[in-house]
């Protein structure tokens, strides 16, 4: 199968904010992506508001209802506000990931088992809005099992070091990637990825996991629709997903 490509929103919404006026608009370009074909949208609101804010995530949630079969995916850190807040958008996927909220962006998986007394009954509280429930994995991470026990319904690989790296080391961390996600099918868990995925990176990540569900991809993307336009940039991605070796 091919992974849908959900587009990450916080980027445009980071530049927006550099001042007080409302361009670019993020709900304009999320109808523009998925117009293209992007087959959801994806935000990570933090406390702070430095990108995606509260009534940013209310108005894309309007504007997927507007598209049947579109894909809201809101991710961050699983307090009593985030939780609160998928109780009132009720999105299709909630992402929990270990984020402190001063981080510039996520930067590693779970540890599941030292978390697990806060991830169970988060995890319980976001399907019961009818989300699902991703967790944000490392390559290589041996707690899957607990995470298809707490009721998790997918993990979202880390994939930052595999952008990050050389020649030399992508192969590696390619497998360990493959092998993980190997892992998580055999648990039942659904399999997504993103951080610094590319149009250069991305065909062999999705012929190394053929089980990928969904890739959620931001920086890269924005940067790259500042060259092409984001309907042209969200066709190239797409492409990039069904690349044939």
Known sequence: MTAKLSVNLNGPAYLRNRRPLPWPDVVQLGRIALEAGAAGLTVHPRPDGRHIRRDDVFALAALIDG????????????????????????????????????????????????????????????????????????????????????????????????????????????????????????????????????????????RAIPMLAEVSIGHRLTADALIHGMAQTVRLYLRALAEEP
């Not at 697990?116 to 390559?139: C, H, M, N, W, Y």
């Not at 009721?151 to 595999?162: K, Q, V």
């Not at 648990?187 to 149009?199: E, P, S």
Request: net charge negative.
């Open 67 to 206: 598209f049947p079969g579109a894909e809201f995916n809101i991710e961050g850190y699983p307090d009593e506000p985030f939780l609160g807040l998928l109780a009132q958008v009720r999105p299709t996927q909630a992402t929990f990931v270990p984020d402190a909220p001063e981080q510039a962006t996520s930067d590693h998986g779970w540890s599941i088992a030292a978390a697990a007394r806060q991830l169970e009954p988060a995890i319980a509280a976001a399907k019961a809005t009818g989300a699902r429930v991703s967790l944000f994995v490392d390559a290589g991470s041996t707690e899957l099992s607990l995470a298809a026990a707490m009721g998790a319904d997918r993990i979202e690989l880390y994939t930052g070091p595999y952008g990050a790296a050389g020649p030399a080391e992508q192969l590696a961390i390619l497998r360990a990637l493959a092998a993980t996600a190997q892992t998580a099918a055999g648990l039942g868990l659904g399999v997504n990825a993103g951080h610094d995925l590319t149009l250069d990176n991305l065909p062999a990540l999705a």
